[in-house]
């Protein structure tokens, strides 16, 4: 049953931690935020890393980095803790396996701390400060201990974050933008009319992600601006504000048409680059579909579950925009900006039940108690039903109207 044990109002919840398990059985493995930092690192060209941690932990990290050479020279090396060492630390031994690393030709490394060196408060800081100056290789690190980090969204963005100590000052060139998020490849029409834009009016853009190289990011604070498209590159463009003085604007999580229309309207005036009907199109048949989505849906009740990458901000727009009224949310992640669109519905009155699913059969017997009019997410066993949206993952960066519109479009799909 869905009740107080299992769930909590979305007022009650402060951080990832308060979020409530919907079922007493966690998978700790799928959960393990090692797992994501694990998973970009291979993916970052030039990036080495060092993980420290207990046997468990490099087994499982070798599932994501199954080689300890990269294929453009990195190093991914293992350092596990002994039994003298989980009580009295691993300072040395972690200053001697960098100094190897520096010696092997690692040129910029990331050291991943897991549970036992988070948990008895090993100070890597305070390593990398001593040995800087003695190695060539830049060091950062991130602190993932489970323990802390109840879910494996805060793997990755706390990897991306801890990149910006990588960073070199440099002056800012007024044509560059920085992409946060995404990479060329995997741009589509949701992004090519913004992107598009910016280029034909000679802008240079760096786009900078898991699959980009380590120079693309040490290079990253001489841009103009950053373009955030990704809620797991937020906080990194947060610390690039704060560090090098570079101004972000984030896309990722607007939804609504005016929101949607103010960022555009930022990023145009701040370049001094004319709207001429650009995104009138594009813009006129979201407004369409979300005229035929309130027609459709108003006043009905939905229900978020997994494999949708941001649920606050989605229901924030069906809400205020759509008039649907949530029964319950699934969070994986509580993003530090998930404030701002609590604070939003708030003001509404809205307070949904929220909690973590992380046992996907256990969500078809949350949709057969609720019996919501939309069901958003991976639903086993309901994913072919009528007014059972789906999978949502694949919107994850893409911005726009256009992702709106194909939000919206799905929607309407699964309910006429």
Known sequence: ?????????????????????????????????????????????????????????????????????????????????????????????????????????????????????????????GVIHEIQAEISAKVTFTMLGQFKNISYPSGAWKTMESLARLMKPQPAKANCINILGDLPEKVNDSNSFLYTLLEKHGFKLRFLAPGAEIEDFINAPDAT??????????????????????????????????EIDKAFLEIMTKFGIPLNNEFRQIRLETIKLQEEARRLL????????????????????????????????????????????????????????????????NAKSLVEELKPDLCIGHIPGLDKAKSVVGNMFDFYGQVGYERTKRVLERIIKSVI
């Open 1 to 125: 049953m869905i009740n107080a044990i299992n769930s909590k109002r979305l007022s009650k919840i402060k951080n990832s931690a308060s979020i409530p398990f919907a079922s007493p059985a966690v998978s700790p493995g799928v959960h393990c935020p090692m797992r994501m930092a694990s998973a970009i690192v291979e993916d970052i060209k030039g990036l080495s890393s060092l993980l420290v941690g207990m046997p468990e932990c490099a087994n499982h990290s070798r599932l994501f980095t199954p080689n300890p050479e990269g294929e453009h020279g990195e190093l991914h090396w293992m350092y596990v803790l002994d039994s003298r060492e989980v009580i009295f630390g691993c300072r040395d031994g972690v200053i001697d396996a960098l100094k190897k690393m520096d010696k092997a030709g690692a040129k910029s490394i990331l050291l991943i701390a897991t549970c036992i060196p988070d948990l008895i408060g090993e100070d890597f800081e």
């Open 298 to 361: 108003a006043n009905q009740n939905f229900l978020i579950t997994t494999r949708v990458d941001l649920p606050l901000p989605l229901t924030k727009f069906l809400v205020k925009s759509i008039n649907m009224n949530p029964s319950l949310i699934h969070l994986e992640e509580y993003y530090p900006e998930d404030d701002i669109h609590y604070k939003e519905l708030k003001k509404i009155g809205c307070d949904p039940l929220v909690c973590r699913i992380v046992n996907e059969r």
């Open 225 to 258: 601006i950053n373009l955030v498209v990704s809620p797991y590159t937020h906080a990194l463009a947060v610390k690039m504000k704060e560090i090098f003085k570079v101004p972000f604007i984030s896309l990722h999580h607007r939804y609504s048409i005016d």
